[in-house]
């Protein structure tokens, strides 16, 4: 039988026609327009991590949004939107000394960015964020050429939507940047508003965090060490923690390469 099988489906061979998927949303409310999600909550998830043990970037979950990236000593304060960045020290309209960048937004008002450490910038006008790394080596090789040092040129382009900063400090070393969003009161106050943002108030924020995070671990997965090790304790909050941070949302869908002979739909968007 299985030879008189195995001819018969040689002799006329079946093609299997593969029908393509097509795009089917689910019909229900989209979660952020559910009433669990508006009020306070919501705005609790305004600012969202990602690539999490990567690097470390947060972005603000809608449209157009604002991203901040930290990749190695560079860091970048983007505007999807394209809205104009302003400089903050080293201008005449800023007279603090500590204020990085600041800017103007329909949903937050306008905010800034302060950072007490030396930094060198650079400022690109771009429709673009996914050439920003060509953009800071250009910089960079322009400036290794002329001055010698791996440093950014302390320049811009006029109204810049890109602003990238290099910090420069000895290690071991730690910097604290602080975001204030409707920053629209006097120098005094948004300094009393960064002080308690930063330094030791963020230490004591973090460990009040940690501490409620390795709370919640043990009550959910009550690993002790009687039966674990402390190193896979490490490993497995390590895993959660990476897992959670990177959770999130976005707008638009993911494009795929594939050969156009394979009939792709995509099937979530």
């Not at 489906?9 to 009433?35: G, H, I, R, S």
């Not at 505007?79 to 937004?105: C, H, I, K, M, Q």
């Not at 999130?248 to 394979?262: D, F, T, V």
């Amino acid at each position: 039988m299985a030879g008189l099988y195995t001819k018969s489906y040689f002799v006329n061979p079946t093609k299997e026609t593969v029908k393509p998927k097509v795009v089917t949303p689910l019909p229900a409310p989209k979660l952020m327009d559910l009433p669990m999600f508006q009020g306070e909550h919501k705005e609790s998830l305004y600012w969202g991590t990602y690539r999490p043990h990567v690097y470390f970037g947060v972005c603000a979950r809608r449209l157009n949004k604002e991203m901040a990236e930290i990749v190695r000593l560079f860091f970048y304060e983007a505007d999807e939107a394209g809205n104009a960045l302003g400089l903050g020290r080293g201008t005449s309209d800023s007279p603090d000394d500590n204020l990085l960048v600041f800017g103007l937004r329909d949903d937050v008002g306008s905010w800034q960015l302060h950072l007490e450490s030396e930094f060198h910038y650079a400022g690109f006008k771009t429709p673009h964020i996914h050439n920003l790394s060509d953009l800071v080596q250009a910089n960079l090789g322009i400036q290794a050429r002329k001055t010698g040092r791996l440093q950014l040129s302390d320049t811009s382009d006029d109204a810049p939507n890109i602003l990238v900063f290099q910090i420069s400090a000895r290690i071991p070393f730690k910097a604290d940047v602080a975001f204030v969003s409707k920053s629209s009161g006097s120098i005094s106050r948004t300094k009393e508003s960064i002080r308690s943002l930063i330094g030791d108030s963020l230490t004591s924020l973090l460990k009040q965090k940690l501490k409620q995070f390795d709370d919640e671990f043990q009550r959910h997965f009550k690993m002790s060490d009687e039966h674990s090790s402390e190193a896979c304790i490490t490993v497995a909050k390590a895993a959660l923690g990476n897992m959670l941070g990177g959770i999130g949302y976005n707008y638009g869908q993911s494009k795929i390469s594939l050969p156009p002979s394979s009939n792709y739909i995509p099937t979530f968007s």
